[in-house]
C-alpha cells in the first residue's frame, strides 16, 4: 500500500521560505515521477510541480518558477519544495503525488497521478 506524507507546512510572512517535504513508502520510489498540486479554498487542484524518477528532468507552473525549486532524494524516499519569496496567493493545501511517466503535456493533469497525499497547509501573510 502506497503511503505519501507531507510535512513542512505553516505560517510565513510575504517574502518568507518554506520547505515542504513528502515522505513517500510501499512502493519503489526512485521509480515514479513525483508532482506538487496545491488547492486554495473553493479553487481547483492546481499543478505546481514535478520531477522525474532521477531529479534530471523539472517541470514548474508559471506561478512559482524562478520562486519554488523541487527536489528528491530517492536514498530517503522523500521528494522536497522548497518555496522562497512567498506570496499571499500561494497560500493553499498543498499535495505531493506520485505518477509513472513524465509526459509534460499531461503534468499539470490531477487524474493523471495515482497515489495522493494527505497535504500540509502553507499560509502567507501580508
Known amino acids: 500500500q502506497v503511503q505519501l506524507v507531507e510535512s513542512g507546512g505553516g505560517l510565513v510572512q510575504a517574502g518568507g521560505s518554506l520547505r515542504l517535504s513528502c515522505a513517500a513508502s510501499?512502493?519503489?520510489?526512485?521509480?515514479?515521477?513525483m508532482g506538487w498540486f496545491r488547492q486554495a479554498p473553493g479553487k481547483e487542484r492546481d499543478f505546481v510541480s514535478a520531477?522525474?524518477?532521477?531529479?534530471?528532468?523539472?517541470a514548474y507552473a508559471d506561478s512559482v518558477k524562478g520562486r519554488f525549486t523541487i527536489s528528491r532524494d530517492n536514498a530517503k524516499n522523500t521528494v522536497y519544495l522548497q518555496m522562497n519569496s512567498l506570496k499571499p496567493e500561494d497560500t493553499a493545501v498543498y499535495y505531493c503525488?506520485?505518477?509513472?511517466?513524465?509526459?509534460?503535456?499531461?503534468?499539470?493533469?490531477?487524474?493523471?497521478?495515482?497515489?495522493w497525499g494527505q497535504g500540509t497547509q502553507v499560509t502567507v501573510s501580508s
Open positions: 510501499g512502493r519503489t520510489f526512485s521509480s515514479y515521477v
Open positions: 520531477i522525474s524518477w532521477n531529479g534530471g528532468k523539472t
Open positions: 503525488a506520485d505518477r509513472e511517466t513524465f509526459d509534460v503535456y499531461s503534468l499539470a493533469r490531477a487524474n493523471e497521478y495515482d497515489d
